[in-house]
């Protein structure tokens, strides 16, 4: 028995190691986003004033873990053998969603996952003692945990998007985008205040239970009543201070990033590190008491009392300090962690880009209303007070560092106010969430900015809707696949266990599998970023020609994948062909509609006289591949119509007519797709020449039918089927043909 709870002690300890992993990976985006977003410093100068700050404050964390402990479920009412069911059905829980949510590059709350899963395999085990022993809910399980968290989700939103709205609105008001003219006079405040709030964040978030603050009488009770000579002091002391470095020519700006960057780093690994190890040396410790105390006992029968009062495990330290070894190599070498980076970056863009998320009904209702109600109170503000205001949002003048997604007077706002609003938080004894509230705060801080332009707005609300979707997702999502792991492990004992552990080994592995292959995939979107970030115009435009051949190859290969799954199903009656296709076709109908906006503002920052050149051809080529899309739906729906009802059969010789065709169509479009990737036309001609052959051919074969309509015994429906077939399939060679010319133009000066 002791070698069970040994190994599953064994894997919790693995489950937790790679939970550290995708956690931080998660909740990089919290202190990341800002000096990302602004490139304050090289991207390696970032990694390590964060990794620096994650090692510091897991080495000094108190290592509290009341929530895994007693938290959410009474440990005097149960067993060694039920805490194991529970902490295993968290850890698989925790690891499966963050690991999921990364994949999609969403952020969420480790918090979030942990509590509800806590209440959701609490609740588990507490359904069978209170039908055994007569317990009641309320003595089993504290509620009050989760219900405060779920009240910190609609505060963190509210309260962090307002003032993160109102706090830029001053702030560019006061700066300007131009600020490198307005730092004489405010720059010194500003800095003062912004640094004095960090380090106030620091002490109060960070650093407020470790013994170092407690080694020089700076007890979290010290902190509290002196908190106002605190205030004072640092400001003060670092007003001075920001004034002389100012003199000397140095970035305050980048000072108050760096420094917000290296405290929510500090911070998140100091109070959320218990997020990740606290379930296993929870379990560790309830089994070290089980093998001291418990001899002759039976784990199924061991109340675990012990982790009802404060946490005793031995070598405690050092478990804080390997866990903060984890996640500064998980934040250095994560793929993951900067995709959830770059979600939260592309929503608060200042300029325009790629847009991650697509349009939404609710976005689109929400944009109309805001016009609406922006043009009613406009009429009552004063022509002048309007010219002013819009003259200190004036974007023309913004300064951004080369590649940057918004300026650092932003990335300043957004630090210091995500610290304040979490110290008063704390002070006021609201749950905020850190996630919640650096994300939200980044968002109404880019609505303040003028960010969200007409263009844009539908799909900037669209994305932070998903993301605040996700949130309540990741807390019900939890409870429930906590809850049914549990109970799995409760009634199905060993076996099951070993079986979930199985299952969430497979489930990590095949989402890392699936993660790599779309990161391979995502080579396209690589040349767009570059091309974003570039200023140099013959640069663009031979990343603008590498982007259009990508996509055009691209679309070419995916439509002879199409007809030929389209023809199949036709000629063999296979309706699962069909639905392949049909999918695939909605699908690249919507990535080629982004793919053609990308290549659009590509266009856009290219030399003027060169896009006067090519925008004719450019827009050309856009459209004949829209239509071959088209072709390709409209080939499919009578197609899919007539199989999947099960009419007809189309005849062998129609089969036996139309295959040869079939495989010239997909030859010619094999070699379309070569010229358009490799960008040598040299044969085009010959090619264009094969294609109008083809459509004569076809012409043939059309004429034919038509006659045979007039015979009474040809069957009509499968005659008119075939008609349709030939007739968009002589669309699509003409397309095809376009886009060759179209490409051909485009490319070639």
Known sequence: MDLMYLGILIFLCLLATFDLSVGVANDAVNFLSPAVGTKAAKFRTILTVAALGIFVGASTSSGMMDIARHGILNPHYYTLDDVMCIFLAVAATDVILLDIFNTLGMPTSTTVSMVFGLLGGSTA??????????????????????????????????????FGLIVMWIARIVFTFNYKKHLRWSIAIFGGVGVTSIFYFLLVSGLRNSQIL????????????????????????????????????????KIIVLFGTFSLAMAFAGNDLVNFIGTPLAGLEAFLDFSNNGAG????????????????????????????IIMTVAICTSKKAHKVIE??????RQDDGEEVFSSSKIARKTVRSVLATTAQ???FVPERAKKWIDSRFDTEEVQLNEGAAFDLVRASVNLVLAGLLIVIGTTFQLPLSTTYVAFMVAMGSSLADRAWGRETAVYRITGVITVIGGWFITAGAAMLLSFFIATINHLGGFIAMLVVIATVAFVIINNNRKFKKKQDSENVDLVFRQLVRSHDKEEIWQLLLQH????QGTLIDF?????????????????KSLRTAAAAIEEEKSVWKRYRRKEILGMRKIDYLLAVEKNTWFHLGCNNATQIIYCLKRMLEPINEHVD???NPMPQEYVEEFIPICNDVELLLENVSRMIRSGNFSNADEYLVEGNAIKSRISQIRHKQQDQIQKLDSNIRTTLLYLSTLQETQELVSMARHLLRASKRFQVS
């Open 125 to 162: 085990l507490a359904m069978s003692k209170m039908t055994e022993a007569g317990h009641t809910y309320a003595e089993l399980i504290n509620t009050d945990k989760a219900l405060s968290v779920i009240i910190g989700i609609f505060l963190s939103v509210a309260i962090a998007f307002v």
């Open 214 to 253: 407690s080694s020089i009488g700076w007890t979290p009770d010290w902190i509290d009543a002196h908190k106002g000579t605190i205030l004072l002091v640092s400001f003060a002391a670092f007003t001075v201070l920001m004034e002389v470095l100012h003199l000397l020519k140095v970035n305050i700006f």
């Open 297 to 324: 006992q039976n784990g199924e029968h061991y109340i675990v009392s012990v982790l009802a009062g404060d946490s005793t495990l031995p070598g405690k330290q050092w478990f804080l300090i390997g866990a903060g």
């Open 343 to 348: 979600t939260s970056v592309s929503l608060s």
């Open 377 to 379: 109170i406009s009429k």
């Open 548 to 551: 259009v051949r990508e996509t």
């Open 559 to 575: 439509t002879r994948q199409a007809f030929r799954d389209i023809t199949y199903g036709l000629m063999h009656e296979n309706i």
């Open 645 to 647: 009802n099960n009419f």
